[in-house]
């Protein structure tokens, strides 16, 4: 199994486990709050798609699927094209409502969009780096095990939620 491979296998993972913690939802379960400061489901989907496709957009130089496809005007959020969720007030958060079938189309499309671009990696690719405000500076490898990271954590705290709701 390639690198390029094992980050497709993951960012899969995030996928299935992403479109599943939503599927058969209404709008009031996905945003549902466990306590007043909480995230919501819909919250945290669009959260961890959004800074996947934030993310990977960045290293592989190409538009984000969040304007590219449209999916900025499809959500029609109150926030500047940009937000990815990061930072973001209680009230902020609670302002994100969407379908099931949207937060699975726009996570789907951000999967295709970052496995596409995975596609076109070498093994040498993954030491370049992307980032030089860290020190050490940050490669391309350690980015995309970030953003897996952050996705999974995400994905996770959406299950959680879910089996509460």
């Known amino acids: 199994m390639t690198p390029a491979e094992l980050l497709k296998d993951a960012f899969g993972r995030i996928l299935e486990s992403g ?7 209404t709008e009031e379960q996905l945003t549902y709050r466990v306590g007043p400061d909480a995230n919501t489901i819909a919250w945290l989907v669009w959260h961890l798609a ?13 538009e984000q699927v969040w304007t590219a496809q449209g999916f900025e005007e499809r959500f029609g959020l109150p926030f500047d094209r940009r937000a990815t969720g990061y930072g973001m007030t209680t009230d902020e958060v609670g302002r994100v409502v969407a379908s099931a079938e949207l937060l699975t189309a726009y996570l789907t499309a951000t999967h295709e969009a970052t496995v596409a671009y995975l596609d076109t990696l070498t093994e040498a690719d993954l030491d370049k ?5 860290w020190d050490p500076p940050v490669t391309l490898g350690v980015r995309l095990v970030s953003v897996v990271n952050d996705d999974t954590q995400h994905v996770g705290q959406a299950a959680y939620v879910r089996g509460l709701v």
């Open 50 to 62: 959004r800074v996947q496709d934030d993310h990977v957009a960045d290293v592989a130089e190409t």
């Open 19 to 25: 479109t599943a913690v939503v599927d058969g939802l």
């Open 129 to 133: 780096v992307v980032d030089t405000r």
